[in-house]
């Protein structure tokens, strides 16, 4: 159907949705005449869309679905023909709404800045939605429609644009017929209308407040979402938080913070969602229940791997207009056990040895924000440490040779890969026959790092990621052993992670590499005197460190539904969005 093509992005998907409006599949909601930035275009509305064309016959026809439409409202506002005329005059509509926005919230908290978040109880109910604005401040005889709208650029990128559309100076009840209609089908969308919003004031530059603030909130109010914000007071304040509230009341969890705290918030949505499923989490063998609220995370940490990887970007924007749009992915999540009890949930990468290292050395240096990873990295790099253990691999049936995949091949997973969207019936045989037909590969030795990726993990610091090739919801994971070498060559093979769009880590004698469900590891036993538990390393789990060291870690494949649609590769956006003078 067409109204199915507004859920689709990508240019070529664009495309053939327009085309089937070309054709006559729908019907047109409302036709109109309007200025666009001086030209004359007519603008034709249907139940997935929206089509621009100019007067001319051969003019080329433009197309943007609904879904992308953040706002409609009516306009008053005096401009001129050129972005940078002066003397120009926003309507009283306009100046409302953006004075709204700045604020953000109502409540306890009468003005809000930087300092004043939150209020006293650490949190703040925003129950003003901009549909009750629009009625409220609607111009009487406003001759213009303004459309917000979320706007594709570079290669994985949105943004927010303002465009004008002018009517005529006594086509007052027509721009209140587009604004009516326009806004009924943005409620007909499944979108969420309520969230509530972790803040976690402490992790990365200690941004995460002042990026809410500015860049988040007014874009959550434009689109009419309520938001319940709570900014968290210690470490497990958020889990703590999920535990207790009726999450029933809200469309989606979202975390404004680095990896460390979106491990914390996906910690307690899934530890809920098996609580009220009345499953046993301590059992590293029960099959866990998906959880049933969306999870959305806005950037605001060091390394943002999860971001990075399902959006491509480190945006906040881009992060909030995906929210606002509904997007949605499904992702594996890992549960970690150790001794038959829980330890925590991964969905991002799981490290033991150099990588464990260097988080737990850094803890010493945080006043130096994220540089301390490169300090702590040079220091544990020098020490040269390796660390005895048994790492043991489910694989399949075919003798001891692991999961077929090629870890330095070019393959890529993007939004819409057909190897992540398999239908659930598959899914279901699939899970029967891991059960079935499986082996375990033992490997015992001398390891410099072991590596557990969910996902590539792309950041600023690896530009494809520890694991270019690994899938967001395959159902496996790829394990990374670096067994002993030399310091050159393990210096060969940290510069390969750095480089990995261009250079492959995978290529050296002494980095193995399997695509599993399951992974085990027992260190060596600890013999000295004291126990001073040197000759073990720490595992760090997205930026957290784990006190335990044996492990059994196990993928569910598509456990968490995530506000995004996976890297969107872009080659161009014809989206017709000229920026508006008073915007």
């Not at 029933?248 to 913070?257: K, P």
């Not at 959880?291 to 909030?320: R, Y």
Request: charged letters at 20%; proline letters at 5%.
């Amino acid at each position: 159907s067409t109204v199915a093509a507004a859920n689709v992005l990508c240019p070529a998907k664009r495309n053939q949705a327009m085309e089937k409006v070309r054709q006559g599949e729908g019907d047109a909601l409302l036709v109109s005449d309007f200025q666009i930035s001086g030209k004359k275009r007519r603008v034709t509305l249907y139940k997935n869309g929206i089509i621009f064309a100019d007067e001319s016959p051969n003019a080329r026809v433009e197309f943007f679905p609904l879904r992308q439409l953040v706002a409609a409202q009516p306009c008053d506002c005096s401009i001129g023909p050129l972005p940078c005329r002066k003397g120009r005059q926003h309507c009283g509509h306009c100046t409302s709404l953006q004075n709204s926005a700045s604020k953000t919230f109502t409540g306890s908290t009468p003005c809000l800045n930087d300092r004043q978040l939150l209020s006293e109880n650490g949190t703040i109910k925003g129950a003003v939605s901009v549909s009750c604005l629009v009625a409220e401040r609607t111009p009487l005889q406003a001759s213009s429609l303004r459309l917000h709208v979320a706007k594709p650029v570079w290669r994985h990128s949105w943004t927010l644009q303002s465009l004008l559309l002018k009517g005529g100076p006594t086509d007052h009840n027509l721009i209140r017929e587009w604004v009516t209609v326009l806004q009924r089908l943005i409620a007909q969308l499944d979108r969420p209308r309520r969230l509530i919003v972790f803040v976690n004031p402490f992790g990365g530059r200690k941004k995460a407040p002042s990026i809410y603030l500015r860049k988040v909130a007014p874009i959550f109010k434009l689109a009419g979402i309520s938001t319940e914000v709570i900014q968290t007071r210690y470490s497990g304040h958020a889990k703590e938080k999920l535990l207790e509230v009726d999450l029933s009341e809200f469309d989606g969890v979202i975390c404004v913070g680095g990896d460390g705290m979106v491990n914390e918030v996906i910690n307690g949505v899934l530890l809920r969602a098996q609580i009220d499923a009345g499953i046993e989490a301590n059992d590293a063998r029960s099959r866990l229940h998906p959880a049933t609220i969306k999870v959305g995370v806005i950037p605001a940490g060091s390394t943002d791997a999860l971001v990075c990887t399902t959006t491509g970007e480190n945006s906040p924007v881009t992060s909030a207009l995906l929210i606002v749009m509904g997007a949605e992915v499904s992702v594996d999540v890992a549960s970690i056990h150790s001794q038959e009890k829980l330890v925590r949930y991964s969905l991002g990468f799981l490290s033991y040895g150099f990588f464990g290292d260097n988080i737990k050395s850094s803890e010493r240096y945080r006043w130096m924000g994220p540089l301390r990873y490169n300090w702590s990295g040079w220091q544990t790099f020098l020490k040269h440490k390796a660390y005895e253990g048994e790492v043991k691999v489910l694989v399949k049936k075919n003798g001891s040779v692991p999961t077929p995949y090629d870890p330095t091949g070019k393959e890529r997973c993007r939004a819409g890969c057909d190897v992540c969207y398999k239908t659930s019936s598959k899914l279901q045989q699939e899970i029967k026959e891991e059960l079935e037909n499986n082996d375990v590969v033992r490997v015992q030795g001398q390891f410099l790092s072991i590596s557990c990726a969910l996902m590539a993990n792309r950041c600023a610091r690896s530009s494809a990621g520890v694991a270019p090739t690994a899938h967001l919801g395959n159902g496996v994971m790829d394990v990374i052993l670096v067994t002993q070498c030399s310091r050159l060559n393990f210096l060969k093979f940290l510069l390969a992670i750095a480089k990995s769009e261009t250079r492959s880590p995978f290529k050296y004698p002494f980095v193995h590499c399997f695509r599993t469900s399951s992974l085990e590891f027992v260190p060596k036993a600890d013999n000295s005197p004291q126990g001073s538990g040197k000759c073990t390393s720490t595992w760090q789990c997205d930026g957290e460190l784990l006190s335990e060291s044996a492990l059994q870690v196990r993928c569910h494949r598509q456990l968490l539904r995530l506000f995004a649609f996976g890297i969107e590769d872009r080659e161009e956006c014809s989206m017709p969005c000229i920026p508006c003078p008073c915007s």
